[in-house]
């Protein structure tokens, strides 16, 4: 069964950092590529930053891009998301997301991570 | 404001079809693979429709995809109760070059 497990939210002041991970287990973690999504409280599903399998291709949202750094450890069957400059539009639960082998596209999601970005 | 558009609620009866718009560009949707995707409050996206108009393995017929020019479609026929949900629309973007989502649409089973 697949299992992400994210960690790593919480209360953060605006201009703060935080780093997100994301534990996975139940399928070969080195050969799916993965994502973040995001939902902020009351909106819809947004798109963060997307990496390859073996970390050559990595993509981010305009929203995030030169704030936010998508990462993994294959050994650690583990992927990250840093996030500094953190504004209050930030504010919302990240999911970590698996790629299907087939469909190449988002398939399995974790529980999510709140980020609450508040002075 | 979201790069694909689509509209904020719909709804149908059971027994119904109804139908799901995603609106785009010549930079996504014109040149790329739609994608959709149902999700029920509480519980995790669950993709639907991949390549436009393929249902992943274990997806009822009940959900098919379609795509023309800068537009695509969901279409959910024989609708049940356990439909009531929001759909979101994605692709790829290439003047933007990642990923976006569709505002979403709630979907109400009267």
């Known amino acids: 069964e697949v299992q992400l497990v994210e960690s790593g939210g919480g209360l953060v002041q605006p201009g703060g950092s935080l780093r997100l991970s994301c534990v996975a287990s139940?399928?070969?973690?080195?050969?799916?590529?993965m994502n973040w999504v995001r939902q902020a409280p009351g909106r819809g599903l947004e798109w963060v930053s997307y990496?390859?399998?073996?970390?050559?291709?990595?993509y981010y949202a305009d929203s995030v891009k030169g704030r936010f750094t998508i990462s993994r450890d294959n050994a650690k069957n583990s992927l990250y998301l840093q996030m500094n400059s953190l504004r209050v539009e930030d504010t919302a639960v990240y999911y970590c997301?698996?790629?299907?082998?087939?469909?190449?596209?988002?398939?399995?999601w974790g529980q999510g991570a709140l980020v609450t970005v508040s002075s | 404001q979201s790069v694909l558009t689509q509209p904020p609620s719909t709804s149908g009866t059971p027994g119904q079809r109804v139908t799901i718009s995603c609106s785009g560009s010549?930079?996504?949707?014109?040149?790329?693979?739609v994608y959709w995707f149902q999700h029920l409050p509480g519980t995790a996206p669950k993709l639907l429709i991949y390549?436009?108009?393929q249902r992943p393995s274990g997806v009822p017929d009940r959900f098919s995809g379609s795509k023309s020019g800068t537009s695509a479609s969901l279409a959910i026929s024989g609708l049940r109760s356990e439909d009531e949900a929001d759909y979101y629309c994605?692709?790829?973007?290439?003047?933007?070059?990642?990923?976006?989502f569709g505002g979403g649409t709630k979907l109400t089973v009267l």
């Open positions: 139940g399928f070969t973690f080195s050969s799916h590529s």
């Open positions: 390549n436009s108009d």
């Open positions: 994605a692709a790829w973007d290439d003047n933007l070059s990642g990923r976006v």
């Open positions: 997301v698996r790629d299907g082998t087939l469909t190449e596209w988002p398939e399995d």
């Open positions: 990496i390859s399998a073996s970390s050559s291709a990595i």
């Open positions: 010549s930079s996504n949707i014109a040149k790329n693979y």
